[in-house]
Antibody, heavy 121, light 109 residues
């Protein structure tokens, strides 16, 4: 069974950093792009970042570019999101998502349950 | 940047009725559009990709069509489990990225 499980969410003060992790199983991790998508409470979906299967191609939403860094460890089937300079509008449920192909610019086919990030002083 | 606009914002229908959801792109996206379903308290699920291809496990009552800037998702006969929020999504090759529409809430009448 294909699984993606996020961890690392929590309460953080504005301006601080947080690292999200995503553990995966049930598929050949290094064949697929991986993504982070967030959803603010009661709002729609916002793609945050995506990384190709070989980490060569990366994309970020304008709202996080320069503050967030996506990375992956193919040896350990894991995805990460390093978030810095956090702001109140970064508060959301963050989903780790498997891509339908190895390329960033494609579709999203397996979603985790999400991990919640709260930003408050 | 391509902006996706979904309509209507809310669609109220009864089980057994036909649902038609619309997604309009601000510029051509060819056929590179997907639809997702999200039920309350759950993660989204891929329903349609490349405008008209059903994802694995999606029932045949779901169909998608369209190209360039105008797309529709049709559910031929609504089942109780079909209600939720539907998002369209497009992909951009350069810079590589993904954007979603604002969603259409499909609710039971």
């Amino acid at each position: 069974e294909v699984q993606v499980v996020e961890s690392g969410g929590g309460l953080v003060q504005p301006g601080r950093s947080l690292r999200l992790s995503c553990a995966t199983s049930g598929f050949t991790f290094d064949d697929y792009a991986m993504h982070w998508v967030r959803q603010r409470p009661g709002k729609g979906l916002e793609w945050v970042a995506g990384l190709s299967w070989n980490s060569v191609s990366v994309g970020y939403a304008d709202s996080v570019r320069g503050r967030f860094t996506i990375s992956r460890d193919n040896a350990n089937n894991s995805l990460y999101l390093e978030m810095s300079s956090l702001r109140a509008d970064d508060m959301a449920l963050y989903y780790c998502v498997k891509g339908l192909s190895g390329y960033v610019a494609y579709y999203l086919d397996v979603w985790g349950k999400g991990t919640t990030v709260a930003v408050s002083s | 940047e391509v902006v996706l606009t979904q309509s209507p914002a809310t669609l109220s229908l009864s089980p057994g009725e036909r649902a038609t959801l619309s997604c309009r792109a601000s510029q051509s996206v060819s056929i590179f559009l997907a639809w997702y379903q999200q039920k309350p308290g759950q993660a989204p699920r891929l329903v349609i990709y490349d405008a008209s291809n059903r994802a694995a496990g999606i029932p045949a009552r779901f169909s998608g069509r369209g190209s360039e800037t105008d797309f529709t998702l049709t559910i031929s006969s609504l089942e109780p489990e079909d209600f939720g929020v539907y998002y369209c999504q497009q992909r951009t090759n350069w810079p590589p990225g993904i954007t979603f529409g604002q969603g259409t809430r499909l609710e039971i009448k």
